[in-house]
């Protein structure tokens, strides 16, 4: 088994080492990552079998990223995740129960035991800071000392901020108009066609702008109706009932006539006496031994 080159623990280029092969695993599709909340904070969570396969497979380790220590077995590769877990890249997390029936964005917590089984999942709690995230800061910094300027804009420039505000003004105005709208529509709908629509029912959902107004509608989540599945099913039940009497008739009379022979069976056997009852004939055989004994 060959053991793979890791630098020493504690050290920087360990640090080094783990988030560079942290951001490798990151861009690999192979690991199938989905959307989740853990701490109230959005993180995304993976299957530890994925890791194992990837890394155990022939695309690892990378052609063009030189540095990277050979993984042949599964133990190579535990020890591999063990420095990244040490150096807070990744952590265990256990699924939560859903509250809601469609909740499509799943709750985590951290499980403090660090396993490496086939059916747990992991979360990746390093983000690096990427390049978009340092352009919008700048824009955003641009963007400031602009309105700070504005006094200073030509009379073109500020009559074109002012149609920009009006229409972020209106574009608010709209979202808030179509919240209470779809409350509306919902409560209408409730009462005439229970169990109520909902029209964008992920418009308020924690998910992406696009994902917000998909579907265009859907029905309220209603309890399933238990009762007219009991009345479907009562029928076919006693029409087999039925179709058993007719088919056993002979089954029918022995049945009818086993009571009779249970009851007379009783009759005969004897039964066994209580322990008043044989207290209460010794207390009259005492009765009568005194009554016949001379005075």
């Not at 695309?59 to 050979?70: D, S």
């Not at 352009?135 to 000392?145: D, G, I």
């Not at 509306?184 to 109520?196: D, K, M």
């Amino acid at each position: 088994m060959s053991t793979p080159t890791i630098p020493a623990q504690n050290d920087q280029e360990t640090r080094a080492f783990a988030m560079q092969f942290t951001n490798y695993l990151k861009s690999r599709p192979e690991l199938k990552t989905k959307p989740a909340i853990l701490n109230g904070k959005r993180v995304y969570y993976f299957r530890i079998k994925r890791v194992m396969r990837f890394l155990t497979s022939d695309a690892y380790p990378p052609k063009k990223v030189k540095g990277f220590p050979p993984i042949s077995t599964r133990e190579d590769a535990i020890d591999v995740l063990k420095l990244l877990i040490m150096n807070s890249m990744m952590v265990r997390v256990d699924k939560l129960p859903p509250k809601q029936k469609r909740q499509e964005i799943v709750e985590l917590q951290v499980n403090r035991t660090q396993d490496f089984q086939d059916d747990m999942h992991y979360v990746w709690l390093y983000e690096p800071l990427q390049k978009r995230v340092i352009a919008l800061a700048v824009l955003f910094a641009l963007l400031v000392l602009a309105l700070v300027l504005f006094p200073l804009w030509p009379m073109s420039m500020r009559r074109g901020a002012w149609y920009l505000s009006m229409a972020g003004l209106g574009v608010i105005v709209l979202f808030f108009a179509l919240v209470v709208f779809r409350f509306i529509l919902y409560c209408i709908t409730a009462i005439v066609a229970s169990p109520g629509l909902w029209l964008f029912p992920n418009l308020l959902a924690d998910v992406g702008f696009c994902d917000s107004f998909q579907p265009v509608w859907a029905w309220h989540n209603a309890k399933p109706d238990t009762k007219s599945k009991k009345g479907k099913k009562s029928p076919k039940k006693s029409s087999t009932s039925v179709s058993s009497m007719e088919k056993e008739p002979s089954t029918a009379t022995t049945t009818a006539a086993e009571p009779r022979s249970k009851n007379t069976s009783s009759k005969v056997s004897p039964r066994n006496p209580t322990i008043e009852e044989v207290l209460e004939f010794h207390e009259k055989l005492d009765f009568e031994e005194c009554l016949l004994a001379p005075n």
